[in-house]
Every structure is written in C-alpha cells, then in structure tokens.
C-alpha cells in the first residue's frame, strides 16, 4: 500500500473537520451546525459537483465505453443488495435487512464528493459521466430492496407501499438536483460557466469541510445508541463497504482502463445512502430501525471510506 497516500488522507482538512465534529458530540459542546444552513451545504455540494460534472462531459464524447460504465454502475447497484439481504437475513429481521441491503446497494454523495477532492490531489480529474452513473445507481438499489422483502416477506397481509418508494426513489431531491445540475452544465458553454466559476469551484473544498463537521456531530449522536445493537452491524458496516470496493475495483477494468472511472465506480459501490435511502424506507418500510441503518452507513462506513478505503482503492486499481 502507498502509505503516504494513507497519511496524506488522514492529514486531510475535511476529514479532520468529521472528526472534530465526532470529539464535539463526546465532549458534550454546544457546537453544532443549524438546520437550514446544512441543508443548503448539502445542496450547494450537489450543484456544484452536478454542474463540474456536467461541463465536463460536454466536452466528452459519448462512447461505447461510457454506456458500459452506466450499465456496469446499475448492474453493481442491484447486485449488492442481492447477495447482502441474505447475509443480513441470517441475523436480522427481513425489514432492517431490507433496507440495509438497499442501503449499501445504493451510493452516498457525500462520498462521491469526498472521493472526487481525492481524485484531484492524485493529479486525476472526474469525467463527467461518473456523475450520471452515480445519479443512475441511487434507484435501482432502493427498488430490489423492496422487492427482496416483499418476496420474503413472513407476513404476507403487510402492505408495502412500493409503488410511492419507488417513485420518491426517482424523485427525490438529491438525485434530481444532481441530474439537473449535469444538464445545465452540459449545455451551458464555457464562457457561461466561466461566469460561476468562483461559486462551484473556488468555494467548494471549504464547503466541504463545514459539511462534514456536520456530519461529525450527527454521527457522534447516534454511536452510543447504535453499539447496543451489539457487533454485528458495526463488523458488517466495516468489512462489507471494503469488500464490495475492492471486488468493484479489480473487476471495472472490464468496462473501462481509465484509472480515475475505475476509483469512482469502486468508491460508488463501496459507499452507502444516508439520505435517499432513508427517506425512502420511511415510506416504504416503517418496520425497518433507522437507529440501525442509519448509524451503520454514516458513522461506520462513510468514515472507513474516507480513510482506509480510498487509498486501498487507488491501491487496487493500479495493480490490476
């Protein structure tokens, strides 16, 4: 492993920023980020990375390799849910296996952001069509798992309200912004983006860091209630993002050489949703604990991605 890469993310401001929002939480401070102002953070990152995205792929052309990239990000979407509701469904219930399933099939965008400042400091740059497979591997993830617990479902009277979770699934703000934003950015020209360059370029790591001390202290309020659910959880939160990132990471050089593609599509499949997901459960799956899923993908996962998982990544795709 190239540990200076290690070193230099452990190093990195933005993750700091988590954990200081983390020892905030345990050293009982009054810091905290309000509401509404995190919400537009959230959405500003999306913006941005949506309209970069965006200007990027206008000046790509649209190849064979780029529709099997999209095809192999839905493939893995659909796939993790598959063979994780099973692993899950040995030691929970069939609705919290569910939505974990569909959890971890689906993408974070924070760490999809997180991965592209990564990206930068190696000297590679995002293709914009990384973007729309991102966007692309939010629903179908939600879908299979509604369905796997539908089929296994032991009370078959339950009423699952799949037809409003899948559509929300589509629908949701995350997504269309991200997806909006990629097609203002791809027809605006390059005079017109130079225009709100300081807004989506300029500002954009700062923002960055205010968001993940945010994500800092929520994270550091749910660990102490999570840990009650004993270890299987915390294990499955840890090992399982880094299996499914490696396994994307040795087996995406099939659709694509590029190194770059290949560490976003690897980060994608080892990332899980915190937001989409969520809120679509909460429709769909009122029987699923959010004090599960919730606390496994965002204080377990999102920080192993952030530090162990993105340079063991890179370190996978430049050996195979």
């Known amino acids: 492993m190239n540990y200076s890469l290690l070193i230099e993310n452990l190093t990195n401001p933005a993750l700091l920023f988590f954990v200081l929002g983390i020892i905030a939480v345990y050293v009982k401070s009054d810091l905290q980020i309000p509401p509404n102002s995190s919400k537009f953070i959230s959405l500003y990152l999306l913006f ?182 004993g270890w299987f959880p915390v294990i499955f939160a840890f090992i399982i993002p880094l299996v499914n990132g490696c396994v994307v990471a040795i087996t995406s050089s099939v659709v694509t050489p590029d190194p770059a593609n290949r560490f976003m599509l690897a980060v994608l499949a080892a990332s899980a949703s915190y937001i989409a997901v969520p809120a679509a459960m909460k429709i769909s799956l009122p029987k699923s604990n959010p004090g599960l899923f919730l606390p496994m993908a965002l204080a377990v996962t999102f920080p192993v991605n952030i530090t162990i998982g993105m340079p063991v990544y890179y370190m996978m795709v430049q050996n195979t």
């Open 48 to 229: 941005a990375i949506g309209f970069k995205g965006g200007q990027e792929l206008s000046h790509e052309p649209i190849t064979a390799e780029i529709g099997w990239t999209m095809l192999f990000g839905i493939f893995i979407s659909m796939a993790i849910p598959l063979y994780t509701f099973f692993l899950l469904k040995r030691r929970l219930n069939v609705f919290d296996a569910g939505a974990i399933a569909a959890a971890y099939g689906s993408v974070s965008a924070v760490t999809f952001v997180t991965a592209v400042t990564y990206l930068e400091s190696l000297g590679l740059y995002l293709h914009g069509h990384m973007v729309a497979v991102m966007a692309l591997m939010e629903s179908p993830a939600i879908i299979m798992g509604l369905l796997l617990v539908t089929f296994f479902n032991p009370d078959a009277s339950e009423n699952i309200n799949k037809s409003t979770a899948i559509r929300h699934s589509l629908t949701n703000g995350s997504v269309l912004l991200i997806l909006g934003s990629l097609l203002i950015g791809y027809l605006a020209s390059a005079k017109q983006a130079e225009g709100i360059k300081p807004f989506t370029n300029d500002l954009f790591k700062g923002f960055l860091a205010i968001f993940l001390l945010d994500m800092g202290i929520t994270s550091g309020r749910k660990l102490r209630a999570f840990f009650s659910f």
